[in-house]
Every structure is written in C-alpha cells, then in structure tokens.
C-alpha cells in the first residue's frame, strides 16, 4: 500500500484548515466540508488495499530522518487496529460539519478550522511508528478541542476548557516522562539512541519489574485520564456538557480512544510483566467506573451530562477487557473502542439537535418528543438501543466479549503458567459485578428514552420556533444519521468483519505481553537485526467469537 494516502490524510485537512482560516467567512463550511469529503477517497482506498491477513504488519509505511542524532524520525504507518480508527476518525469527520451548520453562527472560520486541524492531529496519532511524532500529535489534540471548548461551548465553557486543559497535560506530561525513559533504557541496552515504537517495544520488556512498574504508573497517568478511568473521570462530564455538538461528538469517538489506544500500544508491550502485575488492580477501577457512573447516570436531569457520564461506564468496560489481557479481552476491547465511537456519537448528535430546537437539556422541561418529532424519536431509540447492548446492535457483542475475557481470564492465566508463559487473573467476580453496569446502563438510558421521548408533550415555557429548521430532523440531519446507523447495524449483526481484520495484531500482542521476559540482560551492544526481531507467537489462537458465545 503506497505511503501516500497515510500522508493525504494527514496533509488535507491542514490544507483545509489553512484555506478556511484565510478564506470567506460565509464559504468557511464549504470548504470545510469539501476537505472532509475528500478525505474519504484515501481512507478508502487504504481499507480497500489494506492485507488483513498481514494485520499486524504496518502497512504504507514511510520513514525520513528528522533528528538523526537522537533516532528521531517522521514515520508513518497502519496495522489492522490503527487503520480501523482512523476510517472511524475520518468518517466522522462530514458528519461533525454537517451537524454544525445550524448550531454556529459567528467565527465560523476558526471554528472549521480547528476542527480540521483537529483532525489531522488525530489521524497522525493512530498512524505514527514514532514515538515523537505519536507524542507530538497525542499532545497537540488537546489545543483543539480546548478552543472548541472554550469558545464555543455553553456558559459554563470556561470552567469546563480549564479543567480540561490542566487534567489531560498534567497526565501528558507524566507519560512523557515514563516514555523518555523507556527511550533511555533502550539506547542504554543498544548503544544507539531511536524512538522507533516497534525497536521500543522489542526491547523495553526487559527492564527490571520494579522499573516497569514506574514506567507504566507514569504511562497510565495520562492514557487513564484521557479514557477517562475513575478516579480522574471528573474533567471529562463538565467538558462533554459544555462542548459544541461537533466536539461532544469527536471527543466520545476519537479523543477518548487515544487513552485506550495508548494502553494497549504501549502500555501493554512496553511494560509487559508490571501491566500483568497490577491488572487487577486496573480491573477493580475499571469496574468501580462502570458501577459508580451507572449510578450517577440514574440521577441526572440534565440528558447530555448523562451520556457523558455513560461514557466513563462504557469505557471501563473497554479498560477491563485490556486488564484481562487474553484475546477476548483485546478483541472485545478494540471493538468497544469503534462501536462506542459509532452509539454514542450518535447520541450526541440527537441531543445537540433537540438542543438548537428547544435550547434546553432537562428532561423535566423535555418530553413526549415522539408526537412531534417522529423521525428524531426512531434515531434517539436505536442509537440508546445500541448503547444498552441490545442483541443484533454494535454494543452487544464488544460489551459480551469483555466480560467474557473477564470471567475467563483465570482459567487463561493457569494455562499460561503450563505452558511456561504468564497470565494475568480477574476471574468471575469481575464478570459479575461489571454484569451489573449492564443492568444499570439499561435502566438508566430507557428511563431517558421513556421521559424524551414518550408520554404528554412537554416543551419549555420560552419555546419557539427554529427559524431555519424544520420541527422534526432535516434531511441534512437525517444524512448525518444514516452511516452511523448503518454501521452499528452491520457491526452488530456481523461482528466478525471486525474480530477477523483485527485478530492478527491481537494475537501477536498478547502473545509477546503473555510470554515469560528474559531476566534483565548486562548492559551491551547487540546487532541491529536483534532490535527488530519480532516475538511469534507459539500457538495460533482462533477467533474469540467462535470460541466463546454468551
């Protein structure tokens, strides 16, 4: 696959972004919209090229020497997973302007702008091969978003861009610390000084335990606040309520996927025998989200700051699944990170659309929508039955696999240990109490849908008609709804496009995590081809799907 469409991806929204800045205020969502449509045509054509049966090989990959001194260089890549949220980050990309046309007014410049540039960045996350590039995009998402917040969120957009800004780069730069050691330790056991992630991740597993468990503490504090995992949750509900539509949407699909993502691309390799140590610790957060938000949800009034607030339930299940650290886990846990993007991003763009009708977000100002606003009603019920975990939808079998992986981890870890390897144990209990998120998510989000959407109408006092949309969904509206609709049909009824494409990096990565390191060697020079020899995995491990059914 040619280097050239990864560079398209992450050159065209920045060229975008610089014809919207310059350009007319009134042709800004145009042009911004032309840039993201046309960043369609390489996503497709990577996926259309891509080899998954090679899908832990980073395909269309590119390298030039940036700072040779020090091993840094501009190098780009996919694998299976990398490319799978970069087609859901470009996806969203239309679908985000599209939402906003109506909903901003004035500076329409700069805010097309931002998002573009928003975009790039991400992007260059899932494609960097490393380290700085990945870093200088994983940290440069955070300007973005915190000007969306910022300057176009709702009154309490000051407060909540603050919190963001200082929650997330205080966490950046305690894994940029861990990262600058594992970059140490390396050059210290090579000779040689590189950031290369795949040279990295080949040599960093053997630091002392003791080291490794710093490294990842320091690791986990910025990925676990980007997720966000309790306890550094908070930033994350204010930010979601008081974000424009558009960012509500890029934050609950991508941005909080950088966190997940992270822990599986390095945390996980990088610092193997402390993440198996302390898995269960990570589990006990990660259910302790899932019930402590589920809770919260059951109180809220405010429907936006509730599905916020689902994410952090919903994610944890995503964190358990990597905690588990088996192939169900990891499958289960990539799938969660694509389908959560595709349901709750969809959420959100129903809230935001009743929002620019009615002006309000209380669901005691709010309800019985279904007489008046039909088409909204059917949108607003499948995407909370997508979120629930209803059977046939996207949620139902990401959610199922990670409590699979949770609930079987224990019988993983005893054969690893026979067969010479290390596992990590979370056991049944874990299945059971995460079970009861389930439950809780349930009843939460159709007691939602029951006050929204059903019963008398209710409408604010103030309320008045939207001069330039209709009382129902416009057909610009409806179209922004159609693919992710679409997808978290298909995803949820043939699961395995997804598990198939991904399974090859899934199994390498818990193969290498989950085999016994090497006591630490003398510090010495070994040959280049020893950098990157890659750790194959002994057994071939099928599909987790067709291993377990719930």
Known sequence: MNPIWTLLLIALPLIGALMVAFGREDRAYGAAMRTMLVTLIPAAVMLWYFDFTLGAVHQGAASVKWIPDLGIKLSIG?????????????????????????????????????????????????????????????????????????????????????KFFLYTFTGSMMTLAGLIYVVYFVAQQTGTWTLDIATLTAIAPRMPVEHQAWVLLAMLAGFAVKVPLFPFHTWLPLAHTEAPTAGSVILAGVLLKLGTYGILRFAIPITPDAFIQYAPALGVLSVIGIIYAGLICWVQEDIKKLVAYSSVSHLGFCVLGLAALNVSGLSGSVLYMLSHGLSTGGLFLMIGFMYERYHTRDMRAVGGLASKMPVWTFFMIFFTMASVGLPGLNGFPSEVLCLISAFQSDASWSAAHEAGAWGTTLGPWFAVFAGTGMVIAAMYLLIMVGKICFGPLREPDDHHAHEELPTDLSRREIWTLIPLAVACLVFGLKPNLLLDAISDPINQTVAAATTSQQPPQPEHHIDQAEDHAMIEPTDTISNPMTEATP
Do not use: H
């Open 78 to 162: 996919t694998d299976a997973i990398s490319l799978l949220l970069i087609v859901l980050t470009v996806l969203l990309g239309p679908i985000v302007i599209a939402a906003s046309k109506t909903a901003i007014k004035e500076d329409r410049r700069k805010y097309y702008a931002w998002l573009l540039v928003l975009q790039a960045a991400m992007v260059g996350v899932f494609a960097a091969r490393d380290l700085m590039l990945f870093y200088i995009c994983f940290e440069f998402t955070l300007l973005p978003m915190f000007i969306l917040i910022r300057c176009y969120g709702s009154t309490n957009r000051v407060a909540a861009s603050t």
